[in-house]
């Protein structure tokens, strides 16, 4: 309000009255004829407010939480990417982050798990085309001794883990999409609801692309 009555005073004391009939347009050049100062901080304004609500429109992408893996502590797996993982990079995902661990006590007791390692992976395009969202999901692959135990595992997939961090538990657990093959589950999961839609249809694919893939689970 304070800028609008400052130009409205100037134009009134500079300008003879026929300019004061004419259209914006001349108005806003009269201005910065007669006024280059308060023209030049005019647009400047309009300049930083043009940007500032360009950035604040733009997400900033937030990089995937390493899943807890228990009390046991967890390491960088130097290992060769599983034929599945190969597969999920080859449709347009790349590698952020692998790990592995020993199974907990709680998953040997409750799940009879031999091995696990898990892989982060993003999207290298925009969800949807556009925008800074990421479609973004852990791949975890954990090895059993009979097919009796995967089947178990799969059964048991939303399980709550005591080893588990809080967030894991309340979301992480729940979006989660797998199968087996053989004494192998797989499964992904997200820590974002955003993702959960293009990841359980990501999941469909994987698993129908897998040879051998049986009980596949949401």
């Known amino acids: 309000m304070f800028l609008t009555s400052l130009v ?12 004061l009939r004419r259209s914006g347009h001349a108005l806003s050049r009269m201005i910065c004829v007669l006024n280059p100062r308060l ?38 797996d130097q290992s060769p990417l599983s034929p599945i993982a190969q597969e999920i990079q080859r449709r347009g995902y ?4 692998r790990l592995t661990a020993p199974p907990t006590s709680w998953e040997v007791t409750t799940l009879r798990l031999h091995s ?21 999901f852990w791949f975890f692959e954990e090895t059993y001794d009979s097919i009796e135990d995967a089947e178990h595992r799969l059964a048991n997939l939303h399980l709550p883990s005591p080893d588990a961090d809080a967030e894991v538990n309340e979301y992480g657990r729940v979006m989660r999409s797998g199968f087996r093959v053989g004494t192998v589950v797989y499964f992904l999961q997200t820590d974002a609801i955003v993702f959960w839609d293009d990841m359980q249809r990501f999941a469909k694919e994987i698993f129908r692309a897998t040879p051998g893939a049986e009980l596949f689970t949401q």
């Open 94 to 97: 790349q590698v952020k982050e």
């Open 116 to 136: 696990k390692r898990s892989v982060s992976f993003r999207a290298n395009q925009p969800q949807g085309g556009a925008g800074n969202y990421f479609v973004r």
């Open 39 to 76: 023209a030049c901080f005019v647009c400047t304004l309009a300049l930083v407010a043009g940007c500032h609500a360009k950035k604040s429109l733009e997400v900033p992408e937030q990089p995937p939480p390493t899943p807890n893996v228990g009390r046991i502590q967890s390491g960088r």
């Open 8 to 19: 409205r005073r100037r134009v009134l004391w500079f300008a003879p009255p026929r300019q």
